[in-house]
Nanobody
Framework: QVQLVESGGGSVQAGGSLRLSCVAS????????MGWFRQAPGKGREGVAAIVTGGGSAYYADSVKGRFTVSQDNAKNTVFLEMNSLKPEDTAMYYCAARSRYGPGILDSRNYNYWGQGTQVTVSS
């Protein structure tokens, strides 16, 4: 059984920062990457950032490059998403996900088989 629990969401003004955390439990040894996705009302789920759990390589959507940083603490089975210079368009429900499959599309939500419940991020102008 795998469980992913996100925390750290909240409401901030534009230009502010938030740090999201995702703690994984269960069969985490099977993960090859973990990612952060977001979904705004009326929109599809968007891949924001992902990290390869073994080597630590990180990948970002163009919309967040230079502002968001994904990192991990393998000893604590935790992945973080540091979000700086937040914009109103970053407002969404943010989800942590993990995958045990291999293949292209590390920011494609269809490739992830484990999901958290989400944490809301609201950025006001």
């Amino acid at each position: 059984q795998v469980q992913l629990v996100e925390s750290g969401g909240g409401s901030v003004q534009a230009g502010g920062s938030l740090r999201l955390s995702c703690v994984a439990s269960g069969y985490t040894y099977s993960f090859n990457s973990m990612g952060w996705f977001r979904q705004a009302p009326g929109k599809g789920r968007e891949g924001v950032a992902a990290i390869v759990t073994g080597g630590g390589s990180a990948y970002y959507a163009d919309s967040v490059k230079g502002r968001f940083t994904v990192s991990q603490d393998n000893a604590k089975n935790t992945v973080f998403l540091e979000m700086n210079s937040l914009k109103p368009e970053d407002t969404a429900m943010y989800y942590c996900a993990a995958r045990s499959r291999y293949g292209p599309g590390i920011l494609d939500s269809r490739n992830y088989n484990y999901w958290g419940q989400g944490t809301q991020v609201t950025v006001s102008s």
